[in-house]
C-alpha cells in the first residue's frame, strides 16, 4: 500500500540530530529505553553529519521543532485546558441560583451537566477522526470558538426558556471535545518516554486548578455583580485570546514524530476501531477511568450543594458562594497534589515494575474509597472533618488522570491516538459522568418522600443526597478493579505498539498492518 498525504495537513517534523544545549533547535525528545534508567534531554540516535544536525529545516523545507517552541506549545495547551475546566464547572458554583431562577428540581438541574457531557462524547468520535488525518491547531481553534460562543450565549437564556439554556450549554461540549480529543496527541508527538509522561502531568495539572476556578470564579462573580449569568460571562473573552494563541504559538508536529513513526499512515476507521477494541489494556482502562469519571462528574456537581445544606440542616449558615470557594480551593489543592504524586510516583517505581502505572491508578481508587464514604458519614456531624476526608480522598482520585492518558499514548500507535481519545471521552462519559449528575439528582428526589418533606428542604436534601452520593464509593471499587485488570496486559500491549510504531516486523493481522516499509536490518533506520 502507497502512503498519502493527508490534505489540509500542514504538519512539520523533528529531523533526527545531536543535541546542542544552547541551541533552540535542539531536540527535545528521547527515543524508548530498556534499562529503567531517566532519559535525558535528549538522547536520540542519529546517521546524519554534523552539519545536517544544525539545519533548522528539514528536506522539504518544513521547519524544525526546537525545545524552546516545544514547550511554549505545551503552555499553550495547558492554558487553554485550564479555560476548558475552569468554563465546564462554572455552572457548578453557581448551581443553587440557577436552580432558583428556572424553579427546577434536582433531576432537572442535573440535566445541565449532563447535555453537556452527551454532546461531548458525541462529537468527539468525529473531532478523533478528523484529528488523525487533518491539521489539528485549525481544528481546535475552531473548537475554541464554539464553545466560547455558546457559553456566552447561555447567558442570555431568560427564566422562561430553561429548555433552550440546556440546549446551549449541550453545545458547549461540541467546542470542548475538539480540544480535549486532539491535544494530547500532540504532547504525544513531541515527546517520548519520561519528559512525554513529565508534559502530560503539567497538561494535567489543568483539570484540578481549571475545575477548582470555576467554582471559585463562578460563585464569586455571581455574588459580585448579584447576577449568576455574569459568571458566564467570563471564559469567552478568554476562548479568544486563546484562539489567538493556538495559532500563533501551538506546533504542529508530524505524527509519530517523537517515536521514529513518521512512516505511518492513517488507516480506515472501522481498522482503527477493530485494532483499539482487541487492545485489552486499552479497553480495560478506559472502563477505570469511566469509574473515575463517573464519581467525580457526581462529586464535582452535587458536593457544594451537599454541604450547604449539611450546614443549613445543623442551623448554620447558608453561603454558597462561601462554600463553592472551599471546594474549589480544596480541588485545585488536591488535584495538583494528585497529578502530581500520580505522574512522579509512577515515574520512580517504573525502575521496579512495568505495570507500575496501572497499578498506581488502582492503588488511588481503593484508597479514595474509606475517604469518600465518611466524608459523606460525617458531613452533618463534623464539616471541618469532611473537608479533609475530601481533600484526601480527591488527592487519591486525581491519581490517575496523567498517567490514563499516558497509557493510552503507548499502548496506540500514532495515527491512532486521536480516534482512540475519543473513543476513550466517548466511553467514560456514557458511562460515566454523562448520566453521574443526573442519577444522583433523580435518586435524591426519589428519596425524599420516604424522609417526610420536599425534595428541596435542606435537611432532607441533604440525607437524601447522602444517600445517592454513596453511589460513588462504590464505583470507585470497580474502577479500581479494572485497572488491577489492565496491569496483566500492559506490557504486552505497549511491545506490540512499540513494534509497529518503529517498524520492527511482527506477526499480525493483515488488516492492522499500517506500514509501509521494507524489512529492516537491526540498528538501521528504514529508507522509504
Same mark, same amino acid.
Request: charged content about 15%; proline content about 4%.
Given at each position: 500500500?502507497?502512503?498519502?498525504?493527508?490534505?489540509?495537513?500542514?504538519?512539520?517534523?523533528?529531523?533526527?540530530?545531536?543535541?546542542f544545549?544552547?541551541?533552540?533547535?535542539?531536540?527535545?525528545?528521547?527515543p524508548?529505553?530498556e534499562?529503567?534508567?531517566?532519559?535525558?534531554?535528549?538522547?536520540?540516535?542519529?546517521?546524519?553529519?554534523?552539519?545536517?544536525?544544525?539545519?533548522?529545516?528539514?528536506?522539504?523545507?518544513?521547519?524544525?521543532?526546537?525545545?524552546?517552541? !516545544?514547550?511554549?506549545?505545551?503552555?499553550?495547551?495547558?492554558?487553554?485546558?485550564?479555560?476548558?475546566?475552569?468554563?465546564?464547572?462554572?455552572?457548578?458554583?453557581v448551581?443553587? @441560583?440557577?436552580?432558583?431562577?428556572?424553579?427546577?428540581?434536582?433531576?432537572?438541574a442535573?440535566?445541565?451537566?449532563?447535555?453537556?457531557?452527551?454532546?461531548?462524547?458525541?462529537?468527539?468520535?468525529?473531532?478523533?477522526?478528523?484529528?488523525?488525518?487533518?491539521?489539528?491547531?485549525?481544528?481546535?481553534?475552531?473548537g475554541?470558538?464554539?464553545?466560547?460562543?455558546f457559553?456566552?450565549?447561555?447567558?442570555?437564556?431568560?427564566?422562561?426558556?430553561?429548555?433552550i439554556?440546556?440546549?446551549?450549554r449541550?453545545?458547549?461540549?461540541? *467546542?470542548?471535545?475538539?480540544?480535549?480529543?486532539i491535544?494530547?496527541?500532540?504532547? !504525544?508527538?513531541?515527546?517520548?518516554?519520561?519528559?512525554?509522561?513529565?508534559m502530560?502531568?503539567v497538561?494535567?495539572?489543568?483539570?484540578?486548578?481549571?475545575? *477548582?476556578?470555576?467554582?471559585i470564579?463562578? $460563585?464569586?462573580? !455571581?455574588?459580585?455583580?448579584?447576577?449568576?449569568?455574569?459568571?458566564?460571562?467570563?471564559?469567552?473573552?478568554?476562548?479568544?485570546?486563546?484562539?489567538?494563541?493556538?495559532?500563533?504559538?501551538?506546533?504542529?508536529?508530524?505524527?509519530?514524530?517523537?517515536?521514529?513513526g513518521?512512516?505511518?499512515?492513517?488507516?480506515?476507521?472501522?481498522?482503527?476501531?477493530?485494532?483499539?477494541?482487541?487492545?485489552?489494556?486499552?479497553?480495560?482502562?478506559?472502563?477505570?477511568?469511566?469509574?473515575?469519571?463517573?464519581?467525580?462528574?457526581?462529586l464535582?456537581?452535587?458536593?457544594?450543594?451537599?454541604?450547604?445544606?449539611?450546614?443549613?440542616?445543623?442551623?448554620?449558615?447558608?453561603?454558597?458562594a462561601?462554600?463553592?470557594?472551599?471546594?474549589?480551593?480544596?480541588?485545585?489543592?488536591? *488535584?495538583?497534589?494528585g497529578?502530581f504524586?500520580?505522574?512522579?510516583?509512577?515515574?520512580?517505581?517504573?525502575?521496579?515494575?512495568?505495570?507500575?502505572?496501572?497499578?498506581?491508578?488502582?492503588f *488511588?481508587?481503593?484508597?479514595?474509597?474509606p475517604?469518600?464514604?465518611?466524608?459523606?458519614?460525617?458531613?452533618?456531624?463534623?464539616?471541618?472533618?469532611?473537608?479533609?476526608?475530601?481533600?484526601?480522598?480527591?488527592?487519591?482520585?486525581?491519581?490517575?488522570?496523567?498517567?490514563? $492518558?499516558?497509557?493510552?499514548?503507548?499502548?496506540?500507535?500514532?495515527?491512532?491516538?486521536?480516534?482512540?481519545?475519543?473513543? @476513550?471521552?466517548?466511553?467514560?462519559?456514557?458511562?460515566?459522568?454523562?448520566?453521574?449528575?443526573?442519577?444522583?439528582?433523580?435518586?435524591?428526589?426519589?428519596?425524599?418522600?420516604?424522609?417526610?418533606?420536599?425534595?428541596?428542604?435542606?435537611?432532607?436534601?441533604f440525607?437524601?443526597?447522602?444517600?445517592?452520593?454513596?453511589?460513588?464509593?462504590?464505583?470507585?471499587?470497580?474502577?479500581?478493579?479494572?485497572?488491577?485488570a489492565?496491569?496483566?496486559y500492559?506490557?504486552?500491549?505497549?511491545?506490540?505498539?512499540?513494534?509497529q510504531?518503529?517498524?520492527?516486523?511482527?506477526?499480525?493481522? $493483515?488488516?492492522?498492518?499500517v506500514?509501509?516499509?521494507?524489512?529492516?536490518?537491526?540498528?538501521?533506520?528504514?529508507?522509504?
Amino acid at each position: 500500500m502507497s502512503r498519502t498525504s493527508t490534505p489540509l495537513d500542514d504538519s512539520v517534523h523533528l529531523e533526527e540530530m545531536d543535541y546542542f544545549p544552547d541551541s533552540d533547535t535542539a531536540q527535545i525528545i528521547s527515543p524508548d529505553r530498556e534499562d529503567g534508567q531517566e532519559d535525558g534531554v535528549n538522547n536520540s540516535v542519529s546517521n546524519t553529519s554534523a552539519s545536517d544536525s544544525c539545519k533548522t529545516t528539514d528536506e522539504k523545507g518544513a521547519p524544525i521543532i526546537g525545545k524552546r517552541k !516545544a514547550y511554549i506549545t505545551v503552555a499553550t495547551l495547558l492554558f487553554i485546558n485550564l479555560l476548558n475546566y475552569m468554563d465546564r464547572f462554572t455552572i457548578a458554583g453557581v448551581l443553587k @441560583q440557577v436552580q432558583d431562577y428556572y424553579h427546577i428540581d434536582n433531576s432537572e438541574a442535573g440535566i445541565i451537566q449532563t447535555s453537556f457531557i452527551i454532546a461531548y462524547m458525541i462529537f468527539s468520535p468525529i473531532f478523533g477522526y478528523l484529528g488523525d488525518r487533518y491539521t489539528r491547531k485549525y481544528i481546535m481553534a475552531i473548537g475554541i470558538l464554539l464553545w466560547s460562543g455558546f457559553t456566552l450565549g447561555a447567558s442570555f437564556i431568560g427564566d422562561k426558556h430553561f429548555g433552550i439554556f440546556v440546549l446551549m450549554r449541550a453545545l458547549v461540549g461540541i *467546542g470542548e471535545a475538539s480540544y480535549s480529543t486532539i491535544a494530547p496527541t500532540i504532547i !504525544a508527538d513531541l515527546f517520548a518516554k519520561q519528559m512525554r509522561t513529565r508534559m502530560l502531568m503539567v497538561f494535567y495539572f489543568a483539570i484540578p486548578v481549571g475545575s *477548582g476556578l470555576g467554582f471559585i470564579v463562578g $460563585a464569586n462573580v !455571581a455574588e459580585l455583580f448579584h447576577d449568576w449569568k455574569y459568571a458566564l460571562r467570563v471564559t469567552p473573552g478568554l476562548g479568544l485570546i486563546c484562539v489567538v494563541l493556538i495559532i500563533l504559538f501551538c506546533q504542529e508536529p508530524v505524527r509519530g514524530m517523537s517515536e521514529g513513526g513518521t512512516h505511518l499512515h492513517a488507516t480506515d476507521i472501522l481498522t482503527d476501531l477493530k485494532s483499539l477494541f482487541k487492545n485489552k489494556s486499552f479497553m480495560l482502562s478506559s472502563v477505570g477511568f469511566t469509574c473515575v469519571a463517573f464519581a467525580t462528574g457526581s462529586l464535582a456537581i452535587w458536593a457544594p450543594t451537599f454541604m450547604t445544606d449539611a450546614i443549613a440542616s445543623n442551623g448554620g449558615k447558608r453561603d454558597d458562594a462561601l462554600v463553592s470557594l472551599e471546594f474549589g480551593v480544596i480541588t485545585v489543592v488536591a *488535584g495538583f497534589l494528585g497529578v502530581f504524586l500520580g505522574a512522579e510516583g509512577a515515574r520512580w517505581y517504573r525502575r521496579y515494575n512495568k505495570q507500575a502505572d496501572p497499578l498506581i491508578c488502582a492503588f *488511588g481508587l481503593l484508597s479514595s474509597v474509606p475517604f469518600l464514604f465518611f466524608a459523606l458519614t460525617l458531613a452533618k456531624i463534623s464539616p471541618p472533618a469532611t473537608w479533609f476526608l475530601i481533600f484526601v480522598g480527591e488527592t487519591l482520585l486525581c491519581l490517575n488522570w496523567a498517567l490514563t $492518558a499516558d497509557i493510552l499514548l503507548y499502548v496506540v500507535i500514532p495515527t491512532r491516538r486521536s480516534t482512540a481519545e475519543a473513543m @476513550q471521552i466517548l466511553l467514560s462519559h456514557a458511562f460515566g459522568d454523562a448520566g453521574s449528575p443526573y442519577l444522583t439528582g433523580a435518586v435524591a428526589d426519589a428519596l425524599a418522600p420516604y424522609f417526610g418533606g420536599s425534595s428541596t428542604s435542606p435537611s432532607v436534601q441533604f440525607v437524601t443526597l447522602q444517600y445517592a452520593l454513596y453511589m460513588t464509593a462504590f464505583v470507585c471499587v470497580l474502577g479500581g478493579g479494572a485497572y488491577l485488570a489492565t496491569a496483566i496486559y500492559i506490557e504486552g500491549d505497549k511491545q506490540a505498539a512499540k513494534q509497529q510504531t518503529q517498524a520492527i516486523p511482527q506477526e499480525d493481522d $493483515a488488516d492492522d498492518l499500517v506500514v509501509n516499509c521494507p524489512a529492516i536490518d537491526s540498528g538501521t533506520t528504514p529508507v522509504l
